[in-house]
């Protein structure tokens, strides 16, 4: 296992690191199979966003017996209330959440307290403005956090965060799919070897975002490595071509700023996959000759997150429904965080009047009408027309 510096922080990281979350359907002893496993492989970084309080308690029976060689990012602001996982700004419930984390997992320290989930300016703006800011900081001069870090879907809230001063982690989704504005005729261009040149495939504002944090020493951890597990399937992925989990994984490690991409692990049968990364030749790392082959690079029909659909007139953000869509149809249920990140948006896909205007402007002919009425159905919120 290669080791990669966390930023500014001091920290050396594995460059592949454990996501807890498909830990929180296993008993104690699954659980611990798959964090063995991890261990045996050299990953040192654990995410733990979950509330629910089992999985806190697995993990923290799994990693007892050396917590001193893990570096946990844990997040504050992630509860449990009622039977059920929320995000929450309260800030009686985010202490009794982060106690509760500390005690679960049988430590008296975290080292990368996460901000949790914040995509919206409002939510940035509650932040910093309704103590929790003010919170994380007396946690880390206590010393039961060791650094602050933030966890958002969202490259201008991340810039804004970087900015800000205190946030020395952003954990982001990240891959090729999220990464890609529509593809042009030069698809060469979507492949420079200096990301200062002909910036043609990735979105600005996300190459920007990477550019700053590696200058700034703000490290990046990657959530959604493979898109859900879209990237590894020919079906599902936008490009019309799976992609391994090497060349995911390479992907987003050849981003500036990255230190770690955390890959969640549902039984222990499926950490070689991405600990191949280590021994794999440059051939098996190449994701970019297989995207610039694909049979739908251009992304007919698919969705790509791009924005072109702005403005709706009902200001529902037609990109991120689709994207939690998207999550939400490769898995047997809707997991609780795609929900919670579904109804925390201002509008929603049952807001949809079917005007057709995003169609109008949609480059690949994706038929945003028809995915609203789908969205509603699983997300909630049916549209009207």
């Not at 399937?233 to 700023?257: E, M, N």
Request: aromatic share 8%; with cysteine.
């Amino acid at each position: 296992m290669e080791y990669r510096q966390l930023g500014n922080t001091g920290l050396k990281v594995s460059e592949i690191g454990l996501g807890g979350e498909w830990l929180e359907r296993h008993n104690k002893e699954e659980v611990r199979a798959v964090v063995d496993v991890c261990r045996e492989a050299g990953m040192n970084l654990l995410d733990c966003f979950m509330s629910e309080p089992n999985v806190r308690s697995n993990i923290g029976s799994a990693i007892a017996q050396d917590r001193h060689r893990w570096i946990i990012q844990g997040h504050v602001g992630s509860a449990w209330r009622d039977g059920q996982y929320v995000r929450t700004r309260d800030m009686a419930e985010v202490k009794e959440a982060f106690y509760d984390l500390l005690t679960r997992l049988q430590t008296d320290y975290i080292d990368l307290g996460m901000i949790h989930f914040v995509d919206r300016l409002d939510d940035w703006k509650v932040v910093l403005e309704n103590g929790f800011m003010d919170y994380m900081h007396q946690l880390k001069s206590s010393g039961q956090i060791r650094h602050i870090g933030l966890s958002t879907h969202n490259p201008e809230i991340a810039r804004l965060a970087v900015l800000e001063g205190s946030v020395e982690v952003i954990l982001f989704s990240l891959n090729p799919a999220y990464d890609m504005l529509p593809a042009t005729e030069e698809i060469e261009d979507y492949f420079v070897e200096e990301y200062d040149a002909n910036l043609g495939g990735i979105a600005p504002e996300r190459a920007d975002l990477y550019r700053l944090c590696e200058q700034k020493g703000v490290a990046i951890t990657v959530m959604k490595g493979y898109g859900g597990g879209r990237l590894l399937d020919g079906k599902r992925s936008p490009f019309g071509v799976a992609l391994t989990p090497v060349q995911c994984i390479h992907y987003a490690l050849t981003r500036p700023g990255v230190a770690s991409v955390l890959i969640g692990f549902d039984n222990p049968a499926q950490v070689p996959a991405a600990i191949a990364y280590e021994t794999a030749t440059e051939d098996e790392k190449d994701y970019a000759s297989v995207l610039a082959a694909a049979p739908r690079h251009a992304y007919k029909g698919q969705c790509t997150y791009c924005g072109h659909c702005k403005p709706c007139p009902m200001n529902i953000d037609i990109a991120m429904v689709n994207k939690l869509y998207d999550f939400a149809t490769m898995q047997d249920f809707v997991p609780d965080t795609v929900r919670a990140h579904y109804e925390g948006l201002e509008a929603h896909a049952g807001d949809c009047i079917g005007c057709g205007a995003c169609e109008e402007r949609c480059p690949f002919g994706v038929k945003i009408a028809q995915r609203m009425m789908e969205a509603g159905k699983i997300l909630g919120q049916n549209t009207p027309f």
